[in-house]
């Protein structure tokens, strides 16, 4: 197997900025629905199950078309995959301006630039871990870093630009700010992923494999519930009676706790003699987050809420921060590719199908 690129210096370090910025746009712009939520559901007169779909698809694809990046990954290699999921969430979110009803949102954003994102998503942490030996587990933490960064940063500038340009607008510029996924790929060397990545087309065998199964079906599982807040909770802090501000600000507050997690989950490489660290940050991350999830329920203050919601965050960040980490410890840094895309695809039916059923229980 031949090696095409050097690990834990030179180029790699830009590869690494490259996996950390494509995940500032591609989940900042995604997780950071819950603003367009509450304009689309008043601009259509939608209900709150049918404007859902357009948030639960962008994200759900974000994730589920883990597998079809990875196949990709695996024959085209992950600049060219990087550069096609730019130019489609570019396409999607330009198209949206134009949308005359509800469905045409949910085909344009939910579905096209939920695909685009999709085929950022799993390039960014394979390439963020094949380039790296020694500092594995912090690149792969740093990269996750990029996504609670850009829940922070495009919280702010949707509901900037929303007031500003109103909804349409916002689309729009964010549109063009989505071409530089492009830029991110061509960052990349070419078949940057040989050094790692048989060439096949998906191992079909992991999915005899009982951790893969058992691995996917906590994925999917806790997606259900987590999706839910990062959609809803600028409308339901509303409903309760705050101004419009600080229910944004509560999307703020998660990010800037969800970075610090992510962040801090990366320190582990620092711990490798502790056995199974990894997977025990993840057990227990998954297990605070869920309690979070459900104090949201409190009828209590604006402090309060916030301090769910950083502590939401934080373990959302922790669980994230080691996600891939896991992976790699389950299944070896050669399946990286493969196990992280059917690993996604489960998270992407949990993230489909909990807003919609929030959405259902709300209506």
Not at 55 to 83: D, E, V, Y
Not at 119 to 144: D, E
Not at 290 to 297: K, Q, Y
Request: proline share 2%; glycine share 12%.
């Amino acid at each position: 197997m031949k090696k095409f690129h050097r690990q834990d210096g030179g180029w790699a370090w830009m590869v690494l900025f490259s996996a950390f910025l494509g995940r500032v746009i591609s989940m900042g712009m995604s997780l950071s629905f819950g603003v367009y939520y509450v304009e689309l559901k008043s601009y259509y007169g939608a209900s709150a199950s049918v404007t859902s779909w357009v948030g639960s698809l962008n994200t759900g694809l974000l994730f589920g078309a883990g597998p079809i990046a990875s196949a990709l990954i695996n024959k085209f290699g992950c600049r060219f995959t990087m550069m096609l999921g730019g130019f489609i969430s570019s396409a999607g979110l330009i198209t949206s301006y134009f949308a005359v009803n509800i469905a045409h949102i949910i085909i344009s954003f939910g579905i096209v630039t939920g695909f685009g994102f999709g085929l950022i998503y799993t390039p960014c942490i394979v390439t963020s871990g094949t380039y790296f030996n020694k500092w594995r587990y912090l690149s792969t933490a740093i990269a996750c870093t990029g996504g609670g960064l850009g829940i922070i940063l495009f919280s702010l500038f949707v509901d900037a630009t929303i007031e500003a340009y109103g909804w349409r607008g916002s689309m729009l510029i964010n549109g063009g700010l989505a071409l530089n996924l492009v830029l991110c790929g061509v960052i990349i060397p070419p078949r940057s992923t040989d050094a790692v990545v048989e060439s096949h087309i998906l191992d079909i065998a992991l999915l005899r494999n009982k951790k893969m199964l058992i691995f996917a079906v906590s994925m999917l599982l806790w997606n259900i519930g987590v999706i839910v807040v990062f959609f809803s909770a600028t409308d339901y802090l509303e409903d309760r009676g705050l101004p419009h501000d600080k229910a944004v600000f509560l999307l703020t507050s998660i990010g800037i706790a969800n970075t610090v997690g992510r962040l801090l989950a990366g320190l582990t490489c620092f711990v490798q003699h502790w056995k199974n660290i990894n997977f025990w940050l993840y057990t227990a991350s998954t297990m605070i987050v869920g309690v979070a999830t459900m104090l949201f329920n409190i009828d209590t203050s604006y402090a309060l809420y916030t301090f769910f919601g950083c502590l939401f965050g934080l373990s959302f960040g922790l669980l994230l921060g080691s996600q891939a980490n896991v992976i790699i410890d389950l299944f070896g840094i050669l399946k990286l590719n493969d196990s992280f895309g059917y690993s996604m695809f489960a998270s992407g039916i949990g993230i489909i199908i909990g807003p919609s059923i929030a959405g259902m229980i709300l209506d």
